[in-house]
């Protein structure tokens, strides 16, 4: 991992301009549980390790993004696509991981029409409402409008995902189907140890 993945909220506070890249870009810790308020069975924890930024390209021209995605045996990402993303979702190690496609129309509703995707290479066509299986050491290419659900497939045990993509911006670029949306109300309760990127804002004072 980078040095500003084990940074705490000190570090943050002291940190100069030339970091200011990972503040922009929104690099570093994120966790969700997309507004389910049951993190366990509904949720993710993220790094982002690279990325460009959508509305400043001149300055970050980087095209491409990469995270490290954890779930939890048995969690979810409930279903979503995305507008301008395209990724390849690789399971890097641990349980499988579980892919339940669906085609969507211009207004971001299902539709039952298949849908194509390409797994290691492999171009394959599925139906709508189809569950893919992705081992460890496989990969599936997902593309904007194609919604997703991904599970770690239960008993397996936890799932690594690497995420490499198009530049990100879960800001304006994510279709939910059913829920509240990516970023939840945090309660803060304690002081943070580590921070997360939405964090950044209020730890992290440029000059």
Same mark, same amino acid.
């Given at each position: 991992?980078?040095?500003?993945?084990?940074?705490?909220?000190?570090?943050?506070?002291?940190?100069?301009?030339?970091?200011?890249?990972?503040?922009?870009?929104?690099?570093?810790?994120?966790?969700? #549980?997309?507004?389910?308020?049951?993190?366990?069975?509904?949720?993710?924890?993220?790094?982002?390790?690279?990325?460009?930024?959508?509305?400043?390209?001149?300055?970050?021209?980087?095209?491409?993004?990469?995270?490290?995605?954890?779930?939890?045996?048995?969690? !979810?990402?409930?279903?979503?696509?995305?507008?301008?993303?395209?990724?390849?979702?690789?399971?890097?190690?641990?349980?499988?991981?579980?892919?339940?496609?669906?085609?969507?129309?211009?207004?971001?509703?299902?539709?039952? #029409?298949?849908?194509?995707?390409?797994?290691?290479?492999?171009?394959?066509?599925?139906?709508?409402?189809?569950?893919?299986?992705?081992?460890?050491? !496989?990969?599936?290419?997902?593309?904007?409008?194609?919604?997703?659900?991904?599970?770690?497939?239960?008993?397996?045990?936890?799932?690594?995902?690497?995420?490499?993509?198009?530049?990100?911006?879960?800001?304006? #670029?994510?279709?939910?189907?059913?829920?509240?949306?990516?970023?939840?109300?945090?309660?803060?309760?304690? #002081?943070?140890?580590?921070?997360?990127?939405?964090?950044?804002?209020?730890?992290?004072?440029? !000059?």
């Amino acid at each position: 991992m980078p040095s500003f993945a084990s940074w705490k909220k000190e570090d943050w506070m002291k940190a100069g301009t030339e970091y200011r890249e990972i503040v922009d870009n929104m690099l570093g810790w994120d966790i969700t #549980d997309f507004g389910s308020n049951d993190f366990e069975k509904v949720g993710l924890l993220i790094f982002t390790y690279r990325n460009g930024n959508l509305a400043n390209k001149a300055k970050y021209p980087k095209p491409y993004a990469e995270k490290l995605l954890l779930v939890d045996d048995g969690q !979810e990402l409930p279903y979503h696509f995305h507008w301008k993303k395209m990724e390849d979702i690789i399971n890097r190690g641990g349980g499988n991981l579980l892919v339940e496609m669906h085609s969507s129309d211009k207004n971001g509703e299902f539709t039952e #029409d298949p849908v194509t995707i390409t797994i290691d290479g492999q171009a394959k066509t599925v139906q709508s409402g189809d569950v893919l299986r992705i081992k460890p050491g !496989e990969s599936i290419c997902l593309l904007p409008g194609q919604y997703h659900r991904l599970i770690g497939e239960p008993g397996t045990g936890k799932v690594m995902l690497f995420e490499v993509s198009s530049t990100n911006d879960d800001t304006v #670029d994510n279709r939910f189907h059913a829920v509240s949306g990516r970023f939840p109300n945090i309660e803060e309760d304690v #002081d943070p140890t580590y921070l997360i990127f939405k964090d950044y804002a209020k730890y992290v004072k440029f !000059e």
